[in-house]
Each structure stands twice: as C-alpha cells, then as structure tokens.
C-alpha cells in the first residue's frame, strides 16, 4: 500500500463492543473517498485554483471556519461553465479499496453513506455508481449556463454531518463508523461510535479512535468487520 502525504502514524484503538452488526459507515468525500478536491477541480476550471487551494488549506487545519471559507472559494467559480461538472467528474479518482469497504459493508447488511462539503453536481453521479446508500453535499446555484459564485442550499459543514448520521440511522443502535481526513470532520467522528482519520490534518487526528496513514480504504473493514470485533485491536 503506497503512503499518504501526511505526517500521522499509525494508531489503533480499542473497537467499541457491538460494532459487528449492520453498520452505518459514513465516509467524507474529498480527500477521502475521493483523491482530490472537488473545489480544486472545479478552481482549475476556473483558472483559480492557487487562490482556492490556499483557503481549503486554511479550513483543513481548523484555522478557517468552514463556512466562510466555503463562500470565499466558491465566490472564485463565478462565470464557470456547467459543463465543467462533466469535466470534473472524468477526473475524479475514487481511493484505493473504495469498493471493497462500499461492498463489504453491504455484506454486513449494513449502509454506506457519504457526507461532503464538495458539491452534490458532482459527488452524486460518482456515488451512485459506486452503489452508496446516501449522499448529503453542498450544491452550487448555476444561472444562464454558468455557475454565480453561490450556492444553491444550506452550507453542508460540520453540524450538517452530524445531524444526517442522526437522521440515516436505521435505530438508536445502529453502530456508526466515520471517516474523514480534515478538522471539518471532527464532529462527525465525534458523534461516531468509531471514528477513523484517514491520512489526517493534525486536528482530526487528535481526537479520531483510529488513525490510518496510508490511502486504502479498504483496510478500514479490518476495524469494522466481524472477525475484528471478537478481540482487542492493538
């Protein structure tokens, strides 16, 4: 397995009893689920991705609030075509293992949910085809053919996570399992029962049950499947 570009290391908790029935495993999409950025793909297009990259930068380490900085990058898209949603989508590179957790936890007879404060333009068809049960993103307000430099909902942030765990959640007992890699995730891995950093900013990996510095998501299952939760994970 090839190393993320991170400095964490390796760090593995112990798996909360009762973990091993039908899961809801919730995955953050950029950086995450996905290589890249939708927002840096989307900045690219729009020749602005300098600006752009050094904001998600910002509200990645927990230095921006997440809000304002999602307003600040999208302002940059303004005049872009929607036809760059296509374009985006082609490049999309979804991480390593991505379908073996997605199928394995159908398996498990559980659900697979992704939350992402990227936009649902382009997140959805992605996930769809991927076979994931749930999508909650951001949309972008597009006007004449071209996007406005606004968004089109509620900002999807850190509450926004939390609330649709709450409200995917087949009981008051359904195990959760988060995964995420930026401080914007903190509360979402926080509600969890379990919660993985995958490849994280400094802030999540504070506070996350397990850190996992290399870029397979589907090694995540050796927490979450069956076989692990019988024993102590050291």
Same mark, same amino acid.
């Given at each position: 397995m090839e190393p993320c570009p991170c400095t964490a290391t390796a760090s593995w908790a112990e798996v909360p009893a009762g973990l091993n029935r039908q899961p809801l495993v919730?995955? %953050? /999409? %950029?950086? &995450?689920? !996905?290589?890249?950025e939708v927002i840096e793909e989307l900045a690219f297009e729009a020749g602005t991705l300098q600006e752009v990259a050094a904001i998600t930068a910002e509200a990645m380490n927990g230095r921006m609030d997440f809000a304002e900085s999602?307003? #600040? #990058?999208?302002? &940059?898209l303004e005049g872009l075509d929607e036809e760059a949603f296509a374009r985006v989508r082609a490049r999309m590179r979804v991480s390593t293992g991505t379908n073996s957790l997605i199928n394995r936890t159908h398996q498990a007879g559980g659900k697979f949910a992704v939350v992402s404060g990227g936009f649902v333009e382009v997140v959805d068809p992605i996930a769809s085809g991927l076979g994931v049960d749930y999508v909650l993103a951001n949309r972008l307000e597009v006007s004449g053919g071209v996007l406005t430099g606004k968004l089109a909902s509620e900002v999807v942030g850190p509450n926004q996570k939390v609330w649709a765990i709450a409200s995917w959640k087949a009981s008051s007992t359904t195990p959760v399992v988060a995964?995420?890699?930026?401080? =914007? %995730?903190? +509360?979402?891995?926080?509600?969890? =029962? !379990?919660?993985? /950093? !995958?490849? +994280?900013? +400094?802030a999540l990996a504070r506070v996350a049950d397990t850190v996992m510095p290399w870029r397979n998501l589907g090694s995540v299952w050796g927490f979450i499947g069956n076989e692990m939760f019988s024993q102590t994970v050291h």
């Open positions: 919730v995955s %953050d /999409a %950029d950086g &995450t689920l !996905f290589e890249q999602l307003h #600040r #990058r999208v302002a &940059t995964i995420g890699d930026g401080a =914007n %995730d903190i +509360p979402m891995l926080s509600a969890a =029962n !379990f919660g993985v /950093a !995958f490849c +994280p900013k +400094p």
